[in-house]
């Protein structure tokens, strides 16, 4: 984004869905960026937003305790869309009526649409959305008039178009809510003016500049796993401080097979990137931490710390560096619970960190983009399609493949198994590629035979989904064969396991990863 490109700023109150409304934005090529509601007016007047947007929120807008905003907000001339929170809050501050409804709405909801609306034109007059709210609007402020409703809702959606504002109880922004985009987007082109001129490359170019500004000459460290977050944010990063950025590779020995070794050949001195590259084999380490722990979150928090020991090790080594960076992506965001959502998972690089951190500061570029935007940047900053289209692996590695104790002998089998199954997917010929397909060790063991011998060894769990945005995913249909293929090869070929299983969870209410 260049400083006079059009922008939308969305205004944080405290929804779940936050970052998908910028998302949404993004996607009408139309930069967005999102704020807590503690943003002064004068910073969003400094900004020149070509619109602003309320965001949904827990809070219930008459208790006093509430995030509220200054009303000369609405008075600027710059259109406002208001989302569930977001319109009760409009509404409020306008001298309307808002109280708990008598019915409440949760989920897909049928709403009657007045098209003659700039934000419903070209919808369905009866369309499908996304309600989920307690609240309603009682009575509309003055100079307003309703423009959706439902059977239960007299207020899905109002208006005062002479001073540009606009709300929708139900959430244009989550795809359940089926003309959702066509609303934002009319939101954005019609009603903002908006040209639509951002594109991913804008993102890179800005992002670029604010890392010289904020690092200068300093010295900078980059954990980088060879996974598409953390290469992409290496290789932006060296465009903006070249050598002063020195990237870390930290082989804890809970990599995929031959792993360590792919990652040394494409940023290593023989790799054809530029960079200073350190590798660093710690697997023992590791495996001693890790010696007795089933927990899953303590797994995690127990890795993310180690990372955390080793990069500072290393940053001594170097010396006198003050950033460490990391290729967080926002769904790792969400799901740490550092927004206002519950704690999924403490995702290493967020939440799994120790709290006490020996850098000055820690740099995350693509902390605001989803995955798939991720792959974007890296396109745009030339890397090879065989590296931006790779599939996730999670910080932690097989540390959260490995059901309860990880072990170097656990590691051994699900490495081999994970190369069995990802080669035979690689060469099906499938009517869809999954988003993330891996295997995992159960942590159970089972009774078999093989040949005229009893075994008691492990399952190996082999999961596969489809998946855009890793928020949601959905059991990916791998042909029968080859899962009998996999099984046949997994048991034949991995001493230790007797069993293979695949899972069908999809997420919710199963996560990606086992752990
Ligand atoms: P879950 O298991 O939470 O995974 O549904 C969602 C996506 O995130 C990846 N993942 C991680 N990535 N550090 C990461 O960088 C982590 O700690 C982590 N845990 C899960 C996972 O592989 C999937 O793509």
Known sequence: MTANEEKIIVLDFGGQYNQLIARCVRECNVYAEVHPYTMSLDQIRDMAPKGIIFTGGPNSVYEESSPHYDRAILE??????????????????????????PISEYGRTRVDVDTSSKLFHGIEEETDVWMSHTDYIEKIPDGFRITAHSSVCPVAAMEDPDRKLYATQFHPEVTHTREGKKIISNFVYTICGCIGTWKIDSFVEEKIRQIKETVGDKKALCALSGGVDSSVAAVLMSK???????????????????????????????GKYDLNF????????????????????????????????????????????????????????????????????????????????DFKE????????????????????????????????PGPGLGVRIVG?????????????????????DKAVLSERP????????????????????????????????????????????????????????????????????DMTSKPPGTIELE
């Open 76 to 101: 600027l001339g710059i259109p406002v869309l208001g989302i569930c929170y977001g319109s009760q809050l409009m509404a409020y501050m306008l001298g309307g009526k808002v109280a708990t409804a």
């Open 240 to 270: 903006a401080i070249g050598k002063n950025l020195t990237c870390v590779f930290v082989d804890h020995g809970l990599l995929r097979k031959d792993e360590g070794d792919h990652v040394e050949e494409v940023f290593g001195p023989r």
């Open 278 to 357: 350190i590798r660093v084999n710690a697997a023992d380490r590791f495996y001693r931490k890790l010696s007795g722990v089933e927990e899953p979150e303590q797994k995690r928090k127990i890795i993310g710390e180690e990372f955390i020991r080793v990069f500072e090790e290393q940053a001594k080594k170097i010396g006198a560096v003050d950033y460490l960076v990391q290729g967080t992506i926002y769904p790792d965001v969400i799901e740490s619970g550092l927004g206002k959502s519950a704690v999924i998972k403490s995702h290493h690089n967020v939440g799994g960190l120790p709290d006490c951190v």
């Open 362 to 393: 820690i740099i995350e570029p693509l902390r605001m983009l989803f995955k798939d935007e991720v792959r974007r940047a890296g396109k745009e900053l030339g890397l090879p399609d065989s590296l931006v289209r790779r599939q996730p692996f």
């Open 405 to 425: 104790e990880v072990t170097a002998d656990k590691v051994r089998m699900v490495q081999e198994a994970d190369a069995i199954f990802r080669e035979e997917v």
């Open 435 to 502: 988003g993330q397909y891996f295997a995992a060790l159960s942590n159970m063991r089972s009774v078999g035979v093989m040949g005229d011998f009893r075994t008691y060894d492990y399952a190996v769990v082999l999961r596969a989904v489809n998946t855009t945005d890793f928020m949601t995913a959905e059991c990916c249909n791998i042909p029968f064969e080859v899962l009998q293929t996999c099984m046949r090869r997994i048991i034949n070929e991995v001493k230790g396991v007797n069993r293979v299983m695949f």
